[in-house]
């Protein structure tokens, strides 16, 4: 679904990063320390030269030649913003495909024609201020969602933009088409859902915190540092910046600067459960017992099954055997979060291990069909043949 990403290590050694929730409310209390004082510039290696400049929100030479020549003749006819949402909708002109795999500025996901919805808003920001269009980002209410790539996993909220002409452009009376909302979700996975306006740094501020937390999964410390560190220059009173900044500084081994971050990011969001368990690792991690201790207290109270929970008791009593208690866990991760589709893949392998061959190929279709990224969705489809062709034996 979404994204921009924050991260957590909870103390039972998982990695936990989220997509796209960027707003932290303000807290009372001390301020924290300066930004300044937490940056720790001289102990990476310094970033390409390119990098200083690169804005997200940029449109390519392609971008511009598709709106000059490839629609022109579909933005006199249709007006500006309808034209560019037809253009973007139909799959005879863009051939658009959701890919969570990584986030693309809107340059990158123009040319590969795909992307998560952060990549896709993006993109479709950057061609409508082409056209001299109003954009708005938002941040919508719908259900968090977690994915894992290995011991990381990511939290992923949902963002959308809404294109529309400016005040000086709209014509007298009613005009169906002045403001539309581009969304790349089904429409009745968005109904009634609470939108929440969003500033323009906002949203550079997610890119950024999405690329560093994928760059962090990928183990190039470096280029993850740098990118936290645009994300939390840009977005200064966020709490996601400085998680993902002090998960940079804990993987890097600056444990003190770690500290210093995740104590920054529970200054914006006192009851972060990201920051507040990676704030506990590291406590642990510099001898600081009893103080880990009274956090983890605090997590258990506001958190007691954290995401993963019901489904890490379902890998054990699987890796033993037991897959009667295997699957009865991983249904009851697949309750509170359907939409994963590790979760229905491994409810498939406990019924398969059962002898439930038909409800084994349920779970593995609902798989495929949840899958967020080219790589998932082979699996999948793979692991259904090799199920048809035993079927067929």
Known sequence: MGNGRLLRIPARAALLAALAALLGACAGG?????????????????????????????????????????????????????????????????????????????????????????????????????LGLDVTFQLLATEEQWSRVRDIA???????????????????GFDAYHTLVVDFLPPELLFRQRARTLEADDIVAMYWNNRAAELLVQGDLDAAYWSARRAVTTASTSSAPYNTLGLVYLHHGDLDAASRALERALHFDPDNTLALSNLAVVLRRTGKADAAQRIEQRLASLEPYPPYHFFE?????????????????????????????????????????????????????????????????????????????????
């Open 30 to 130: 001390p301020q924290p320390v300066p930004v300044a004082d937490i940056l720790l510039d001289a102990r990476f290696a310094s970033p390409p030269p390119a990098a200083a400049d690169d804005d997200p929100l940029a449109a390519s030479p392609d971008m511009r030649r598709f709106l000059r020549e490839d629609i022109a003749r579909q933005l006199r006819e249709e007006g500006r913003t309808r034209g560019l949402v037809n253009a973007l909708q139909r799959r005879g002109q863009l051939h658009l495909e959701y890919d969570a795999t990584m986030t693309r500025n809107a340059a990158q996901a123009f040319a590969a024609r795909k992307g998560n919805c952060l990549a896709l808003a993006l993109m479709t920001a950057s061609l409508a201020r082409e």
């Open 154 to 172: 990511l939290l992923s909220n949902h963002v959308n933009v809404t294109i529309g002409l400016p005040a000086r452009d709209t014509r007298p």
């Open 313 to 393: 008791l379902g890998r054990a009593a699987y890796d033993r055997a037991d897959y009667v208690q295997a699957r009865a866990l991983f249904e009851r991760e697949v309750r509170r979060a359907g939409y994963s589709s590790e979760f229905h893949f491994w409810l498939g392998l406990a019924n398969l291990r059962l002898g439930n061959t038909r409800a084994a190929r349920e779970e593995f279709e609902s798989a495929q069909a949840l899958s967020t990224s080219p790589a998932q969705h082979d699996l999948y489809a793979a692991k259904l043949a090799r199920l048809g062709a035993t079927a067929s034996q």
